[in-house]
């Protein structure tokens, strides 16, 4: 049976590394340090909710619709994410608040969610 790859040391928590490989089919195994991909640090929620957003193509409503969680909530997430994976989101959103103004008068975001972005909540 095979279990998610585990990322963090349950004892010391800090990160492990791949160093051993099996073959499926003839049973070669092979042993060096193998690195695990970026998003391999990233927790089942939070994968589920990446493979989501791809699937929307990056619609954010979609992926609203289809997690059933408020515009500010998809945000955060996606905030969430864009840290975990080492970026900082620290520019980008000063960037946005043109842009919240912007969907905020086309009605696609209440101005209670609005007001929860500018925030930072
Ligand atoms: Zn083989």
């Known amino acids: 049976m095979a279990y998610p790859v585990l990322t963090n040391c349950p004892v010391c928590s800090q990160n ?10 003839c049973d070669t195994t092979i042993e060096n340090e193998f690195e695990l991909s970026k998003l391999a640090s990233l927790t089942k929620e939070q994968l589920q909710f990446v493979e989501t957003f791809l699937v929307s193509r990056g619609n954010i409503k979609e992926v609203e619709k289809e997690l059933g969680i408020s515009y500010p909530t998809v945000r955060g997430k ?8 080492g ?17 905020l008068e ?5 101005p209670e969610d609005a007001i929860k972005l500018l925030k930072g909540e």
């Open 87 to 103: 970026y900082d989101t620290q520019k980008k959103n000063e960037l946005d608040e043109k842009k919240i103004v912007a969907m």
């Open 78 to 85: 996606l905030n969430d994410i864009i840290m975990a994976l």
């Open 16 to 25: 492990l590394k791949i160093t051993k490989l099996k073959c499926n089919h």
């Open 106 to 110: 086309k009605g696609e975001i209440s």
